[in-house]
């Protein structure tokens, strides 16, 4: 395996499968299957989810910025605690913790209580982004991935990898095998916020970017040539 030890970022969106919101039992089936498979090889797994398929922040201007992301992180919240009932259904362990405090429905973030889970092998779900507003959850992720020592970030998408702009509106958009953090940065593509990549780069921390479909987490693991990686030169 090219990792031992991994942080799934998945999309809110994600979670939506064929609707526009809201969260598709089938889908989360789907990926909870995929998850199994790979912990079954003994490969260590926490998870970072989006809140897209309720609630985009960034997208309410006709809120203040601090109420918005608060929303947000609460629609993590949701979709973490819907991600656990699948996996559990599976009879995959999994443990649900928030960076915001809603301890009726989960645990508290404490780095050394989810690192112990991690390390044990079940899914550590982070849940409330960083816990802060003006934060994406990509930057969660790049966190929480230092946070429990993973060795990559493993980015689904709905696409296949970065491109040099929005494919969906550009026929012409070309697609990177490989790109830097700083040509991320520099050329300021949409595929993670500038304060994930700056994370990631200063503790070159990998990050492959791919379309979330069947097998394609096991190929990355595999070594096989798929979506786009960041990385260092």
């Known amino acids: 395996m090219l990792y031992n030890k991994i942080l ?5 969106e994600a979670f939506s499968g064929d609707k526009n919101n809201g969260i598709d039992r089938n889908t989360l089936i789907f990926i909870s299957e995929e998850i199994k498979k790979i912990l079954s090889l003994g490969i260590k797994i926490a998870v970072v989810i989006g809140g897209g ?10 809120f203040e910025r601090i109420t918005a992301d ?3 992180m609460l629609a ?5 605690l819907a991600f656990k009932e699948v996996l559990l259904s ?3 362990n999994a443990e649900v913790f928030s960076a915001v405090e809603v301890p009726k429905f989960t645990e508290p973030l ?4 989810a690192k112990k889970h991690f390390e044990d092998g079940s899914i550590v779900i982070f849940s409330g982004g960083t816990g802060s507003p003006f934060f994406s959850t990509d930057s969660a992720a790049a966190m929480r991935a230092l946070d429990i020592g993973a060795e990559a970030i493993l980015k ?6 970065v491109y040099d702009k929005d494919p969906n509106s550009f026929k ?5 095998d490989s790109i830097t953090y700083l040509e991320v940065l520099n050329k300021r593509l949409k595929v993670l916020d500038s304060t994930a990549a700056s994370l990631c780069m200063d503790n070159k921390l990998p990050i492959h970017v791919f379309k979330l479909e069947k097998g394609n987490i096991l190929k990355i693991l595999n070594g096989e040539s798929l979506g786009t990686i960041i990385k260092e030169n």
Not at 76 to 80: D, E, K, L, S
Not at 156 to 161: E, M, N
Request: proline residues 0%; without cysteine.
């Open 172 to 176: 012409n958009a070309e697609k990177y």
């Open 76 to 80: 993590t919240v949701m979709n973490a």
């Open 70 to 72: 608060s929303i947000g």
């Open 90 to 92: 599976l009879n995959v």
């Open 8 to 12: 799934l970022k998945l999309s809110g």
């Open 156 to 161: 689904a998408t709905l696409v296949d990898g």
């Open 110 to 113: 404490v780095i050394s209580k």
């Open 53 to 62: 398929n309720f609630w985009r922040g960034r997208s309410a201007k006709e």
